[in-house]
Each structure stands twice: as C-alpha cells, then as structure tokens.
C-alpha cells in the first residue's frame, strides 16, 4: 500500500504548479540559440581540410563574436569545438560540402557574460553576420536574422528559395589592378569592390518562409568595401581572419580608383604576407577580414604544376594533372593550343601538393593537340605547365 | 484479506482518478510501460518566454527507438515539411560537455539516442494546444547515471536526468538523496524542474525544504547539477 500511495504522489504531481524561482547567475548564454544549417542545405566550398568561419553579431561585433570556435563542419562524424556534433549533411572531407554548426550559448571558445543575441524574440534583433574562407581562399558572407519560436539563427535562410545551396566565391572583392615586385617587397593596386554577400532579406531567399527578415528588402544592409591590411603567415595555412590579428596598410590612390599598398615579403621560406580586405556592412566595418590573398615570401618556393598524363580515350580527353606546394593557386585552366577546354576555373584544393583530373568530349579539342594547364594564382597571375601533345 | 483486497481497490481507484487529473496514462507489466505523455505548445504570443513549450521528456532505458529518427516516426512527431521550423523539434544536452545539440525531426535521424538522458520536444508553432505521445518501453535496472561535476559558468556537468517511470522518489530532495548530490555547505547540488506550460524554471538546492516540496512529474526529465562533484548512481525504482 506505502508503494502505491508513493506511485499515485508521483502521478498526482502532474496537477502541481510549480512555483518559479530565478536560476543562479551563469556566464554563457542560459539557453541555446543556434546558428546553423538546419535542413540539407550546405555552402559548397572546397573543404578538404579544415575551413575558416567566424561569426558575429551586426553591430555589436566586438563583444559578440564567435572569437576561435570551429563553426565550419567539413566532416558529418566530426565535433565542432563546442563538442557539437556536426549535422551529417556535412559529408567528408573534400567533398566541397559545408555546413555552420553553432551555439551562442555553447561552452567552448565564448567569451564570460551574456552572449544570447536574442533576447527579445524579434527577428531584427541580433542578426548574424557569417563569414566562411576555404581552403582555396575562396569566400562567402551570409548574414540570418532569428527565428523566435526555434530559437535559431537558420542560415538556410540566406539560401536562394531556402532550398538551394549557396557557394564560395573567387571574387573576394580584391582584383588586382597592377602588381609591382621589388627585391623585398610588392605593392599591388586593388580594385576593391565587394565579395558576395547573401542575406535572408534578399528577394527570393528563404528569409520569407522562415520569417527572419520581416522587413524584406529593406531590411539588407547595406556593404560596401572597408579597407586593408596585412599579416604574415604560413603559406600553407589559412591565417585567423580577425581583423585583431592583421596590421591597417598606408593606403596610397592607385589608377582607376584602385587603392595601392605595399608588403613585405617574408623572409622565411615557408610564410607568405597575406593582404586581407575588410567590408562595411550596415555602416559598420566588419571585425575579420571578408576577402584575401597571399603573396609568397622570399624564399618561397612558386607554386608549380605540372601535367602527368593527357590521352584521348573513348570519345573524351582526360588530363591528369598535379602540383607541387600549392601556397596561392585559386584554380585552373585547361588549354588545347589556345582554346579553354573547361567553362568554369577548376577549384585548387589550395594547401599543400595534389592530384587533379579533367575530362572533356572529344570534340572540345578539334584538332589541336598541345595540352596545358594553367594554375591561377589568388594575386591575379598565372604559372603554365608544360605543354603535353596528344595523339 | 479482505482489508487488503479493499485498499488494493481503493488504490485502483484513487490511480484512474490521478491519471485523468494527470492527463495520461502509464501502465507498467513487470518493467514494462506505456505512457501517454502530455506535450505543451510553444507560447506564440511571446515567443521569447522561449521555454514554454520545452517538454524535457523521459524515455525508458531499454525502448524501441534507438535513434532520434525512429523517436520522431514512432511517435508521430512531425518529420517533413520546409522549412524545418513547422517540424517537431528535439533537442539534448551531453553533461560531459555541456554541449546541446538540436535538429528537426526528419534530419539526424541516426542519432541515437542515450538512455538515461533526457530529450527535449519543441513542438511547432503551427501546434497551439496541448497534446499527446504514447511512449512505451521498459527499464534497465543497471544503468548507472554519471555526470562531471558542474563547471562554474558553463553548462559542463548540466544532466538531464531521464526519471524512470516508476521511479521511488517523489520529489527533488529524493533524487538528491538517490544521487547523492551535494548537501552540505553551499555551492550545493541542484535539482531544475521546467514547467512546460509556463516556460518557469524552478531551481532547488540539495537538502532544503525546498527540494523536499518540489514533486517530480512522471514522464519529465528535471536537470541534475552538482558543483561539488561528479554524479553517479543508479536510480532506485519499484
């Protein structure tokens, strides 16, 4: 009977209203509020090793921040540094498939103090700015407002139609008007314009059906180009993008309205001086570098490639190509005597020496049959292979 | 005898009566159980007020779910639709890390899911009344529950405790004790209640009157922390 009456206290407690009290003081965020991929969409980025992601609240960049957490999931077994298991949409490595997986109030790598962006359940409020480089040096910035009822900052929401994937870009807002090299140093003069910058107000984006931009066009800020600096880093890293860890050049006016800056080249072998770009979005410069490129130190051995085998076989050509070192190669070109064989650069995996390999129909070559491939570097110039004649 | 077969009537009784108070219904043979547990609608009207509609669920250990995808499907969760917010949405937290980790029904349908942990169900905004999932399975006796001890500013050590259903504690201050969380000198262990329709925490420490008066509700999970070192036990049942 004693074991019945405890059963049937148990089961009577569902009638008890509890009363509240306040929770204790925490330092992190009371409750999560996710940034994150949410569905299957992704970035298509080259990922095979690890990809740069910084995240942060407009207008209040400098207190909220994801600082040095990994936000990029490039692998759907992984965790991130918040030991947040990645959504398995993220796939494997190299599959140029990426998802941002984040929680304000997670634990790792948040700074002490209340860190919700959200605090009131408007969308408006809080917004998330995300900006992912790949390996290649190619980039893309979303910018999400929140969802109230999940209590998520959807990047899916920046998707086209909220449905389909977005993709890192080559045009990191920096083209490079002119290029100069002394015995130390280059001075580039930089057309800066503005990367790609996609937000869940844009017309047509998935802001509308997950209702995180109740202003709709209107609410996109504004961006416009900031302004430059540099760092020194190893050649084959992708250096922190905050804008804490990089030096404002002396900008000087360059033609066409270009800006020009002068760097030093490292003297070691391995470093490269990286020249980044910063942007203004809403009027506000952001706190990390939104575009950049490298430019190989002294000693830096250049970035080679080289064919390895080039046949035509059952209707089609197929060019096996690799590189050695790769520090500053974006992508490539694939040449039959002067004519481009591929409609789009072939992404570089960007770090390190690889393997890559392309196909073309037959009639794509007509009747030339030198072969080339031309490496693009992040500075503008190129490096050409030798030429591989095909029978 | 037959003042026995009387109370064993009166308690049959006094049972039926709780369990349409409680609105559900939970039936245990040997181990077994079958729960019709209450699911509270987000709040809407002040979507902020964030956790109503935070339903911390109990799963029983052994259960034949497994995943988080069989959880949705089985129990008619919403699992499609986009975007993912009109689905159901789950969400947990590992005391180890103090990482919460939350997806969509329909998505992380690998995820298994942890015996002894608690689950979070959200439902939909499109949702805007009560209503109910029967969850069934069966206990495992040697479970044992263990989490670090809670890491000041952080959310490390932050256990949802899955409360079996035919757990022999009636309140907080049983689970303190059952667990052997801190009760002594303060920081002590603490035992949170989320009220599901309110969206208000009730927080109480190890060893106050306080935690004596807060009652478990059967088929919740309450959040363990303790300060002052690791949890680790297993849960006393019938």
New interface residues.
């Given amino acids: ?1 004693k ?19 306040p ?2 003081v ?3 965020c009371a ?2 509020q ?1 940034l ?1 991929h ?3 969409q992704f970035l298509g980025c080259p990922d095979a090793t690890p990809v740069a992601g910084y995240a942060y609240v407009l207008g209040n960049d400098a207190t909220m921040n994801s600082l040095a957490a990994t936000l990029v999931c490039n692998d759907g077994t992984k ?1 991130t540094s ?4 990645c ?3 993220a796939g494997v490595p190299g599959d140029g498939i990426v998802t941002i997986q984040y ?1 304000w ?4 790598n948040v700074p ?1 103090g209340s860190l919700c962006p ?4 408007d969308p408006t409020q809080g917004r998330n700015v995300v900006q992912v480089v790949a390996n290649d040096g190619s980039s893309i910035n979303v910018m999400v407002g929140f ?6 900052f ?1 990047v ?2 920046a998707h086209p139609n ?2 389909d994937p977005l993709f890192c870009s080559n045009n990191n807002g920096m083209g490079i008007q002119s290029h100069t090299s002394a015995l130390q140093a280059d001075t580039f003069c930089i057309n800066q314009t503005t990367p790609p910058f996609y937000t869940d107000c844009d017309p047509g984006s ?1 802001g509308a ?3 995180t931009c109740p202003d709709g066009a209107a609410g996109r800020p504004s961006i416009a180009p900031g302004s430059l600096y540099t760092r020194t880093a190893a050649c084959n890293s992708l250096p922190d993008a905050r804008k804490t860890a990089w030096t404002a050049l002396t900008i000087t006016a360059g033609p066409g309205g270009s800006k020009c800056v002068t760097v030093n080249r490292p003297a070691a072998p391995t470093d490269c001086a990286f020249i980044g770009a910063t942007s203004t979005i809403g009027g506000v410069e952001t706190s990390a570098m939104t575009g950049s490129f490298r430019v190989g130190g002294q000693g830096a051995a250049s970035d080679k490639v080289a064919i390895k085998k080039a046949e035509l076989l059952q209707g089609k050509l197929r060019v096996d190509f690799g590189t050695e070192n790769e520090a500053s190669i974006v992508g490539f070109n694939v040449y039959a005597g002067t004519s481009k064989l591929n409609s789009g650069l072939i992404q570089a995996k960007g770090i390190g020496s690889n393997d890559y390999s392309f196909e073309v129909g037959r009639g794509a070559v007509k009747n030339e049959r030198s072969i080339t491939v031309e490496a693009v570097k992040s500075d503008g110039t190129t490096v050409r292979s030798g030429s591989v004649s095909v029978k | 005898m037959l003042k026995q077969k009387s109370y064993f009537s009166l308690a049959v009784v006094v049972v039926a009566a709780a369990m349409i108070v409680a609105g559900g219904v939970v039936t245990a043979s040997n181990t077994g159980f079958k729960l019709n547990k209450p699911l509270e609608p987000i709040d809407t009207t002040v979507p902020i007020a964030a956790k109503a509609g935070d339903n911390w669920t109990s799963v029983p250990y052994f259960n034949p779910y497994g995943t988080w995808g069989a959880f949705c499907t089985q129990l008619g969760l919403i699992t499609s639709g986009i975007p993912t917010t009109v689905r159901d949405q789950l969400q947990e937290v590992d005391p180890a890390t103090g990482a919460a980790f939350q997806a969509a029904c329909g998505t992380s349908t690998t995820r298994p899911l942890i015996p002894g942990r608690g689950i979070k169900i959200r439902r939909p905004s499109s949702i805007t009344t009560q209503t109910s999932v029967i969850i069934v399975g069966s206990h495992n006796p040697s479970l044992s529950m263990t989490a670090p001890q809670g890491v000041a500013g952080s959310h490390t050590g932050d256990f949802w405790f899955a409360v079996p259903y035919h757990t022999t504690a009636v309140s907080a201050g049983d689970i303190c004790t059952q667990a052997g969380m801190w009760a002594g000198t303060v920081p002590r262990g603490t035992v949170s209640r989320l009220n599901p329709v309110t969206g208000a925490t009730t927080l109480v420490q190890c060893g106050t009157a306080a935690a004596n008066a807060l009652n478990l509700v059967l088929g919740e999970a309450v959040l363990l922390r303790d300060p002052h070192q690791p949890i680790s036990f297993i849960p006393a049942h019938f």
């Fill in positions: 009977m074991k019945v009456i405890r059963l049937l206290t148990v089961v009577a407690a569902a009638a008890v209203v509890a009363v509240a009290t929770s204790p925490s330092a992190v409750s999560p996710f994150q949410s569905l299957v965790e918040q030991n947040i298991a959504q398995p949409d929680d109030g997670g634990n790792s002490s959200n605090t009131t359940g969802e109230p009822f999940t209590l998520t959807y899916d929401s909220g449905s998935g059906v997950y209702g």
